[in-house]
Each structure stands twice: as structure tokens, then as C-alpha cells.
């Protein structure tokens, strides 16, 4: 078991190093510039932009992301149940595991209408 | 290695260190101090978008440290909620109360002069005890850990993960009441 | 084998941490990550003891996926919080929300 997490540990320093490498090979390669005029645009050759980046959002986002943020939750308890469920039902426990979860989705998916209802999920 | 003296103690600790420095150790090292370093970049960071992004850093040091004591499924799930959906919600958050970016709001108290003895304070009560208490606790070794934490879920703890659906749900209710735009006195 | 002390010292460390972020931030979203931070460490505690006590009970992991539950459901209704001052007053300083304050 210590050895997968050895590969993890390989994977992680792997993928730190080629992002580190590729922008150090880019800041060697690349042409010294000054940053004026259309150089110093977010972008070189496309649209440009109309104010500053930091304007403010829709709430509406925000509201997105706390839904988000619920049903992600609800898979940190979905998982492990997904996986004891066959034991449980060799224990002879599989439908009282079974409607245990369907009632704890069905109680999240009120609060997925309540939004619904409330015309929050509009995208207007 | 016997604590009685903290100051025999903390002179065996450092020896000890010296001596079975494993490649378990090191790896604690390194990520604990990735953990405190970027933890502390969170609290002193003068634009609290830098110090969010800093935020994602210590999630993934903890997530490694649950590595280290073999919570995988743990570990997963701080990866999974903390960085996947909490980072992101206070993203969204900073985004909507968007005048924090200007630069002449001042986001940190100057009362940091009161808060480091308080906070010393603490931490000098807290590693004492730490240091202090004999604890005599030896790991055993661990094997996977989803199916047990299943089974817990499915048995004993029933009612509070019931619970937590439900402590979820008022959380939906609450934040959407809070959060929702009011079309009738908001004009933009 | 690593030893028990070095976890709780890097808890205590990391819940020091985040007092000092409470205390000394003047933003709301900042003292909320450095809440955040407090309970991280509370859930290392957590899951160092349930490795050194009860390697296969785990109820400390149990209790840490209740936390991170809680800590998602603080975390929305607190930002919605934060939103809804700022919606309304237009700043979400602490220092300056005094309306209550009578």
C-alpha cells in the first residue's frame, strides 16, 4: 500500500516539474519584449476587453456553486456506501442500505427544488 | 525514548531525528512545511486572492498528511470537497464582493501586535501538552479504509449521517434565501 | 514510524495558524479561511489518533467527514452571509459592520 502512494508521490513531482520546466525553457527561449501598446493586452490579437478583470460577478454564481458544493459533498457519503453495499447484502441488509441512501439523496434533492422553485437555476 | 524533562526531551528528540531520519519522516517533513509555510502565506498575504490560492496549497498538504497516516479514502475526499468545491465557493464569493480588489482596501488589522502574543500563547500551551503528555501510542499497520468507514455509516452512525443530509439541506435553504438577488430593489 | 507528537504538533501549529488569520483579518472572507484552517487541524488530531488508537475502528475518520460536512455548510452559509452585507452595505469589513451596534 506504501508503494502506491510512492507512485503519487512520483506523479506529483513528475507533473511540478514539467509545468516548472516548460515555463523555465519559455523563459529562456523567448524574446525580451517591452510590455507596451498591443504587447501589454491580455490579448495580442483578439478583443479588447472592456474594463478590469475584477468587476463584479453575478450572484447568480454564487448560487451555482453552493450547489455544487452540496451534491459534492453527498459523494464523500455515496462512496464509501457504494462500496460496502454488496457486503451488506450478503449480510442480508441490502434494502435497509438501499433505502437509507435514497432517503438522504431524497432529502438533498428538496433542497435542489427548493432553488429550482425559487427561480435561482434561471440563467437570464 | 522516555519524556520526562522537557529539556533532556526535546535535546532526545533532536537526536533521535538525527539518527532514523526514514523516508517516512522525510516525507512528513517536507509536507508538513509545505503545510505551515503555505498556511502562513494564507493569514499574511496582502491580497486575499493570493492568500486563497494559498489556501488550495495547505488543503493539499493536509490531504497529504492523511496519506501519511493512511486515511486514503480521506485524503480523496479533502481533495474532492475542500479543493474541488470550498476553494471554489470562496472564489466565487471574492468575485462578487469585488471592491476588496482595489488597492487601497486595507485587509489586514493592525492589531496584529495583540494577536502574535495570543496566538504564541496558545501554541506554547498546546506543544506543552503535546510534549508533556506521555502518549505511548504505537501505530499498527492500517489496510484500506472505505469499507470500514462504509460499514460505520450503514450501522452505527446511521442517524448522524441522516442528519447530515439534513444539516445540508438548511444550508441550501439558508444560503439561497441569503443569497438570492432581490429583483424588486436591485436595479443593475 | 513516525510519532504521534509530530502530528498533534503540526495541528497545533496549523490551529495556530488560523487564530492568528481570525484575529487579524479584516475581511470576512479572510477570517472564513482562516476558520477553515482551524478545523483542518482540528481533523488532523482526528485522524492521528484514530491511526494510533483504533486502526480499524476509525471513528476518528468518521468524525472528520462530519466535520468537512459541517465546514461545507459553514462555508455556504457564511459566504451567503458575506454576499448579502455586501449587498447591502457594500463592504464586508468587520471593523465597519456596526449597524447592530446601537
Not at chain 1, 8 to 25: E, S
Not at chain 3, 20 to 37: D, K, P, Q, S
Request: with cysteine.
Amino acid at each position: 500500500m506504501q508503494n502506491n502512494y510512492a507512485y503519487i508521490a512520483l506523479f506529483a513531482t513528475i507533473g511540478v516539474a514539467f509545468t516548472v520546466a516548460t515555463m523555465w525553457v519559455s523563459w529562456v527561449v523567448r524574446p525580451t519584449h517591452k510590455r507596451t501598446g498591443s504587447k501589454a493586452e491580455p490579448y495580442e490579437c483578439g478583443e479588447l476587453p472592456i474594463g478590469n478583470a475584477w468587476r463584479q460577478f453575478k450572484a447568480g454564481y454564487y448560487i451555482f456553486a453552493l450547489l455544487f458544493v452540496v451534491f459534492d459533498v453527498e459523494v464523500a457519503f455515496i462512496f464509501p456506501w457504494a462500496r460496502v453495499l454488496r457486503d451488506m447484502k450478503s449480510a442480508g441488509l441490502g434494502l435497509f442500505a438501499f433505502f437509507e441512501m435514497m432517503v438522504f439523496i431524497a432529502i438533498l434533492l428538496v433542497g435542489l427544488a427548493y432553488a429550482w422553485r425559487k427561480g435561482v437555476l434561471k440563467w437570464d | 525514548m522516555p519524556f520526562d524533562l522537557h529539556s533532556i526531551n526535546l535535546f532526545d528528540m533532536g537526536k533521535q531525528f538525527v539518527f532514523t531520519l526514514t523516508l517516512q519522516k522525510i516525507s512528513f517533513l517536507a509536507v508538513a512545511f509545505m503545510t505551515f509555510a503555505s498556511a502562513v502565506a494564507v493569514v499574511t498575504m496582502k491580497n486575499i486572492f493570493h492568500s486563497l490560492l494559498f489556501l488550495v496549497l495547505t488543503f493539499l498538504g493536509v490531504a497529504g498528511i492523511y496519506l501519511l497516516l493512511s486515511a486514503d479514502f480521506l485524503a480523496a475526499v479533502q481533495v474532492l470537497v475542500y479543493i474541488g468545491a470550498i476553494t471554489v465557493l470562496i472564489m466565487f464569493a471574492l468575485m462578487l464582493t469585488s471592491k476588496l480588489m482595489a488597492k487601497r482596501v486595507s485587509q489586514t488589522m493592525e492589531q496584529w501586535i495583540v494577536a502574535l502574543p495570543v496566538t504564541l500563547g496558545i501554541l506554547v500551551v498546546l506543544i506543552r501538552l503535546v510534549v508533556l503528555n506521555p502518549w505511548g501510542m504505537k501505530a499498527a499497520p492500517a489496510g484500506p479504509t472505505t469499507g470500514i468507514i462504509g460499514t460505520s455509516l450503514m450501522t452505527k452512525y446511521l442517524l448522524p449521517f441522516e442528519l447530515a443530509s439534513i444539516v445540508l439541506l438548511v444550508a441550501v435553504v439558508g444560503a439561497i434565501l441569503l443569497a438570492k438577488e432581490d429583483k424588486s430593489d436591485d436595479p443593475s | 514510524m513516525i510519532p504521534l507528537e509530530w502530528y498533534l504538533a503540526l495541528a497545533a501549529v496549523l490551529f495556530c495558524t488560523g487564530i492568528f488569520g481570525v484575529l487579524t483579518r479584516r475581511n470576512a472572507i479572510g477570517i472564513l479561511m482562516g476558520i477553515e484552517l482551524m478545523l483542518n487541524a482540528a481533523n488532523i488530531n482526528l485522524v492521528a489518533f484514530a491511526r494510533y488508537m483504533h486502526p480499524t475502528i476509525l471513528t476518528g475518520h468518521i468524525f472528520a467527514i462530519f466535520v468537512i460536512t459541517i465546514a461545507a455548510a459553514e462555508a455556504a452559509v457564511g459566504l451567503a452571509i458575506i454576499i448579502s452585507i455586501y449587498r447591502n452595505i457594500e463592504l464586508i469589513n468587520v471593523d465597519k459592520i456596526n449597524v447592530m451596534k446601537w
